[in-house]
């Protein structure tokens, strides 16, 4: 199981958010700085959001996401306003290892099929944003039907992996909530990664034995509530 450090930039800053509200951001500081940091420490990837790629600013940040993505040899992700087939042409011609397509996943599914026909399905991961098992995008403002119905479908489609954030305890710091993907993980094949709510190695231990790839750590990390180390430690156990 691997696990990713969220560098989470809006407006220039690292910052993490609380229920995906701009709002409620907590600041950081240089986001280059902190994927450095986290690369030093032994992560074995980043999760890196363009959030002012989410709330519509697509452009934003751009250049300095790609000027630490060209600084760094590890695996990067990149979700936050991928809107187009051009939009991820760009970041995966750019050295993002993998993007993240969630909105524009569900308003135009064929998108999945074309980036992964012509990228390979590795370098394609869609997005599951989920409340109370609805799929939820545009900023997690509008429900758009059962996460399992989606997850299934993008599968199909051939994307080689699946983010599912649980909206319900993203950013809260209260831990994970473990049934739902269970489910997920009971439904499809393709490898998934998760966030949200992962506040301790405990966390990270159960989601291992549930199936998960992956973790994305973003406010405990940054809060000091959970140490990389700690996570990882568990994450390679008996590796």
Sequence with gaps: MEIYPAVDILDGRCVQLVQGRPEAATVYGDPAAWAHRWLDQGADGLH????????????????????????????????????SVEDAAGWLDAGVDRVIVSTQAVREPEIVRTLSDEFGGERVMAGIDARAGEVMIEGWERP??????????????????????????????????????????????????????????????????????????????????VRLSEAMEVAHANE
């Excluded at 790629?53 to 993505?69: C, E, M, P, Q, S």
């Excluded at 059962?146 to 983010?163: D, M």
């Excluded at 909206?167 to 009971?186: F, H, K, S, T």
């Design 144 to 225: 758009a039907g059962s996460y399992l119905s989606w997850a299934e479908r993008f599968e199909s489609l051939g994307a080689g992996s699946l983010l599912y954030t649980n909206v319900d305890v993203e950013g809260l710091q209260q831990g994970v909530a473990i049934e739902p993907v269970a489910e997920l993980l009971r439904r499809v094949k393709v490898p998934v990664v998760v966030s949200g709510g992962i506040s301790s190695p405990g966390d990270v231990a159960a989601l291992r034995k549930a199936g998960a790839v992956g973790a994305v750590l973003g406010s405990a990390l940054y809060a000091g509530k």
């Design 48 to 83: 890196v959001v363009n959030l002012d790629g989410a709330f519509g600013r697509a452009r934003k940040n751009a250049d300095l996401i790609r000027a630490f993505t060209r600084d760094t040899e590890t695996f990067v992700e990149l979700g936050g306003g991928i809107r």
